[in-house]
């Protein structure tokens, strides 16, 4: 960081708004890591453990996000439309041609805000199906439609690395239980709605990962931003890594994390 003095702007005193090569670890226990950093940086990449159980993310839409509450929000990072979210997810997954790289082969993903059609050939995909998150009231987005949106797309799909076993259909036989495509789940209001402006509820959250992942999995997240795929991972006694490039969003991750995991502790020893 900066040294200060007398001198220095308001603007020369603010934390550093971008993460170091390779990221920064703020958190790292048994339960979860959670790193401050640029998830395009492939430094930052080469730290997930190969074979991992699940990838669980809601990166940037590339739309503006309008909250209609600029008091209350920063614009999101990285949500200009810029970047090419399905490539980055599959170098996390294990880019073509790779067999052991990043999520384990068979495994599931959930990404939210993009649809199968964007995301099943760069995330090797075979079996996959557009889930909606009903989110019970009308959300956030463009401000000047007269319908307000209430709902979202998630992608759920099984990871096949093999070309050969996704032309013959390997991974079609995704979810352990066959459940309807609506996800109804009240979208966080009231303070909890003033910490990101995209946060998710931590029982949608819980309930993609318990459909997908036993005790003890990694649940992988490279947009994390406030963690609740992080909290949701810690309550159901799996792991997560986490990664989020705003510092603030990265530091209010790692608060609720532990929180989570505190929560996991006790119940563990009860
Ligand atoms: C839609 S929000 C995720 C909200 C999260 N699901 C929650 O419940 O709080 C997307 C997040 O991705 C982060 N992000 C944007 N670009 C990124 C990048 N290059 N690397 C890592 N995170 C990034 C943003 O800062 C934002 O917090």
Redesign the pocket.
């Known amino acids: 960081m900066t040294r200060h003095d007398d001198t220095q702007t308001s603007e020369t005193l603010a934390l550093d708004l971008t993460p170091p090569p390779g990221g920064q670890v703020l958190h790292a226990t048994d339960r979860a890591t959670i790193i401050w950093?640029?998830?395009?940086d492939p430094q930052v990449i080469a730290q997930v453990p190969d074979g991992y159980g699940l990838l669980c993310t809601?990166?940037?839409?590339g739309m503006r996000f309008n909250s209609g509450r600029s008091d209350t929000f920063t614009e999101?990072?990285?949500?200009d439309g810029s970047?090419d979210w399905p490539g980055v997810l599959a170098e996390w997954v294990g880019p073509e041609g790779t067999t052991t790289r990043g999520l384990a082969d068979k495994r599931h993903v959930y990404v939210?805000?993009y649809r199968p059609d964007q995301l099943a050939g760069p995330l090797r995909l075979g079996g996959h199906a557009e889930l909606i998150w009903d989110k019970v009231g009308i959300g956030m987005g463009d401000l000047t439609v007269a319908w307000g949106p209430q709902h979202e797309p998630i992608t759920f799909g099984v990871h096949v690395k093999r070309r050969s076993d996704r032309a013959a259909h390997g991974g079609r036989l995704a979810a352990r239980l066959r459940r309807g495509s609506i996800l109804r789940y009240q979208r966080p209001n009231g303070a909890s709605a003033t910490r990101?402006s995209?946060?998710?509820p931590a029982p949608l959250m819980a309930d993609l990962i318990e459909s997908s992942t036993v005790r003890g999995d990694l649940v992988v997240d490279?947009?994390?931003?406030?963690?609740?795929?992080g909290v949701a991972a810690v309550l159901e006694g799996r792991r997560c890594f986490l990664?989020?490039?705003?510092r603030q969003?990265a530091e209010l991750a790692v608060q609720r994390v532990q929180a989570a995991e505190r929560i996991a502790d006790l119940m563990s020893t009860t």
């Open positions: 950093g640029d998830a395009r809601d990166p940037p839409y999101i990072a990285g949500d970047v939210f805000g990101h995209n946060e998710k490279p947009c994390a931003g406030s963690g609740s795929t990664v989020e490039v705003d969003h």
